[in-house]
């Protein structure tokens, strides 16, 4: 059974807990080794039983609803044999085994990491290299979400006219709308089982005319909700796992299917809620999870993750196509280490208003440009401080870059200043 936590450890509701060290975030090399020792090992064991986390079996990790995060193994064991209730070992509060989700950003850390393991201050660029400081004129305006806001946030996109943001995250309202200030507007999307429920939400865009779209890991399917937040449109094409998704300037969505290696257009009349196409227009794709249109030039980006081979760590892969679905250039994350000055492992994908391709980098927790599809692939490092786990990324109609950064459960909005 799950042995009782220790006082002295029971963490702050951290979600993936990027910034797991207890008693602040110092990351300067004078924390000493000891701290990053300890920062690795409250990030990556369950702070139950004290076993490392899996990506798979009783060492997977859930979220519980208060934010905490156990292993399977400890949840089942609390729950005791009826598994009705259990109470979380360190805030008491109580839910239901049904209401614990993946730790979606711990498993991608994992993934990074990768069968060899390794530190966790080298997988996450932490001791030298990485960008540089972010260019002059590009300043933080705003930070939003944060812990008992959003709860690992996932997908996060910028209405084309309004200004708003939508995110996607794993609340019980799955998503949050904010109005440009910051001021959340409305929350919908209810965790459940009917029809336009949303059981675990991946990604999220919105269209030209304003409909909210979302892919359910959970059930297989890509869903749409108006302004209002009402229910739309449900699609279920037999997607094996549709994960990243970005509408076009024609309100058409490109979606990728991780699982089935392909790429989709879906193509759908929002307000009567009805289905008119959903085509396969690329295939032989590893893992693609992160996509991107250019609103100009119809160019696609996806960022698919390669599988590891034998100890090496997995990697990930930038592929551009043009917009007839012709390949452009393609860079993977060796390739990229040969012309940059550290590992890249892309984690989302945006173009800017002049198309340019731009990524973010959990290695060296950086946003970083690699330039136009003729050029690909620059180097120019944006956003280099500030970020713990940046998994989201956006423009709004302004030019204001948005990063959701997971690690603190936060939307961060720079522009230029």
């Given amino acids: 059974g799950a042995r009782s936590p220790r006082p002295r450890s029971a963490p702050a ?29 409250s990030l990556l064991e369950c702070r139950v039983c004290f076993e490392p986390y899996g990506p798979d079996g009783q060492r997977r990790p859930l ?29 008491r509060r109580l839910c239901g085994p049904a209401e614990t989700s993946d730790c979606r950003p711990l498993l991608q850390l994992l ?88 059981k675990y939400p991946l990604d999220v865009t919105v269209t030209s005319d304003g409909h909210v779209v979302v892919t359910d890991g959970g059930d297989c399917s890509v869903k749409a909700f108006d302004s209002e937040g009402k229910g739309v449109l449900a699609v279920r094409e037999g997607f094996c796992l549709p994960w990243g998704l970005d509408a076009t300037a024609k309100s058409e969505v490109i979606l990728t299917d991780s699982e089935a290696g392909a790429l989709y257009r879906l193509a759908a009349d929002f307000p009567r809620g009805e289905l008119k196409k959903c085509q396969m227009i690329r295939s032989r794709l590893v893992s693609p999870r992160a996509v991107a249109v250019c609103q100009t030039s119809g160019a696609v980006v996806v960022v698919e993750h390669l599988k590891a081979r034998g100890a090496s760590k997995g990697s990930t892969r930038v592929t551009i196509f043009s917009a007839e679905m012709d390949l452009i250039g393609q860079m993977d994350s060796f390739g990229l280490n040969l012309v ?15 198309g340019r391709v731009i990524v973010t980098d959990v290695c060296s927790q950086a946003v970083i440009c690699l330039g136009k599809p003729e050029e690909f692939p620059s180097f120019n490092p944006l956003i280099s401080q500030g970020l713990s786990y940046p998994v989201g990324l956006s423009y709004t109609a302004n030019n204001s870059l948005v990063v959701l950064d997971s690690g603190d459960h936060s939307v961060k909005v720079y522009s230029s200043t």
């Fill in 340 to 354: 940059f000055p550290s590992r890249i492992y892309a984690t989302a994908v945006a173009f800017d208003k002049e």
């Fill in 63 to 91: 979220n519980l609803p208060c934010g905490h995060v156990l292993c399977r193994g400890c949840v089942g064991a609390l729950a005791g044999a009826e598994r009705l209730r259990l109470e979380c070992p360190f805030c």
């Fill in 13 to 41: 509701p951290l979600g993936p807990g990027i910034r797991g060290r207890r008693g602040g975030s110092d990351c300067s090399p004078q924390a000493g080794m000891a701290a990053e020792d300890e920062a690795e090992l």
């Fill in 111 to 198: 993934e990074l990491l990768g069968p060899a393991g390794g530190g966790l201050a080298s997988a996450l660029g932490r001791s030298g290299g990485g960008a540089a400081a972010a260019p002059a004129g590009l300043g933080l305006r705003l930070c939003l979400g944060g812990w008992g806001s959003l709860v690992n946030p996932t997908g996060v996109a910028a209405c084309p006219w309004s200004g708003r943001l939508a995110v996607a995250h794993d609340g019980k309202k799955r998503i949050h709308v904010f109005g440009p200030s910051g001021f959340c507007l409305r929350r919908f999307g209810e965790r459940g089982d009917a029809n336009n429920d949303i």
